[in-house]
């Protein structure tokens, strides 16, 4: 069985910056593509970014992109979403997701393992 367990989530002020971790256990990631999605209420969960565990680079969402970096530290399974110069229409509730694939997705019905999710909120 695989578990996700996201941390990191809080509250910060518009333009402030926070860090969510994702770490994996039950199995091995090194062939696995790593996600973020989001949702807010009343919204459909949507993509925020993905990497291969063997890319150099993350692939992002347009409404993120220049302000969020997603990485990982395989020896540790685990995967991050730096997030930088948050707004507040970047409040939501972030999910960590995996893939049992080396090709990164933006689709959310492609991730087969999925963490509880961890709050972010920012205020104006």
């Known amino acids: 069985q695989v578990q996700l367990v996201e941390s990191g989530g809080g509250l910060v002020q518009a333009g402030g910056s926070l860090r969510l971790s994702c770490a994996a256990s039950g199995r091995t990631f090194s062939r696995y593509a790593m996600g973020w999605f989001r949702q807010s209420p009343g919204k459909e969960r949507e993509f925020v970014a993905a990497?291969?565990?063997?890319?150099?680079?993350?692939y992002y969402a347009d409404s993120v992109k220049g302000r969020f970096t997603i990485s990982r530290d395989n020896a540790k399974n685990t995967v991050y979403l730096q997030m930088d110069s948050l707004k507040p229409e970047d409040t939501a509730v972030y999910y960590c997701a995996a893939r049992t694939s080396v090709v990164i997705t933006t689709t959310k019905t492609e991730y087969n393992y999925w963490g509880q999710g961890t709050q972010v909120t920012v205020s104006s």
């Open positions: 990497r291969s565990w063997s890319g150099a680079n993350g």
